[in-house]
């Protein structure tokens, strides 16, 4: 999978001010709308009828409108300066391709610059698939971000792609309901908030709708779950992104993709650990 816009990509180098104009034009460019080359309705984890595919087979079954799109979960796991990004692509429930890389890290974590030290390695990954995934779901904020152009709708928007970012607090934004103990499947908008910059095209303030806390998983034998903090990255509404995060939704708190990309990361870890 390769950039798009490539004169949008993080890079490293830059100042803070260039770096906050950087995502100012991300955000600019980004559309917080539904511009899907797939049905929202066939996202699933039921895998496909046919068995032991080929990453071929799998891919021409982009053909068939009715299969489910190919969806890419997309985690990072580190070793001391070095970032390794995991990329996992799924059919349905079936794991069709997955590509990890490691990568030097240029900068530490500032909040809201996230992109810039993660999403050059992330891109990296990206590069190493023969598929080209139809949706990108991210471990980090999209939309629910200071200038409205956190990793998922950075990344999202350099590679032209529908994307979604799940994190698992709350970066700025504030919701319209108490989140503390809500049962599973339970929703609730996060509006802009003072913190939350206009840009572009794309107003703040309470009336606008960045994301949702969605309470994807409770458990009765553990402590309550907290809720995940979703919000369109590219090409996607809020209200679709979170249908779309329950869609992907198994039996853990994580949406699927990024709970087996989390997994494959410390997998591929130890390997370098030895």
Known sequence: MRPARPDLAPRPGLSRDEM???????AETAVFADDLPFDSAAVS???????????AEATALDADADSPPLVAGIDQSFLD??????????????????????SDLELPYIPGLLSFREGGPILDALAELDCDPDLLVFDGSGRIHFRQAGLATHLGVVCD???????????????????DGRPEGWRTPIRADDSVDAVGGHPAGSE????????SR??????????LYVS??????????????????????????????????DEAKAQYED
């Open 20 to 26: 906050e104009s950087l995502q100012r034009r991300v």
């Open 45 to 55: 984890l039921a895998s496909p009828e046919t068995e032991h595919q080929t990453l």
């Open 81 to 102: 300066d070095r970032a390794l990004s995991a990329v996992v692509v799924l059919r349905g429930g079936e794991v069709v391709e997955r590509a990890h890389v490691v």
């Open 161 to 179: 792609a529908p994307s979604i970012g799940v994190a698992k607090s709350l970066l700025c934004g504030t919701p319209d309901e108490d989140v």
């Open 208 to 215: 606008t709708t960045i994301g949702y806390a969605f309470q």
């Open 218 to 227: 409770q458990y009765d034998s553990r402590p309550v779950v907290n809720p």
């Open 232 to 265: 369109p990255g590219h090409r996607l509404s809020a209200a679709t992104t979170v249908d779309l995060v329950s869609r992907l939704s198994g039996s853990y708190k994580l949406p699927e993709p990024t709970r087996l990309a989390d997994a494959y990361a």
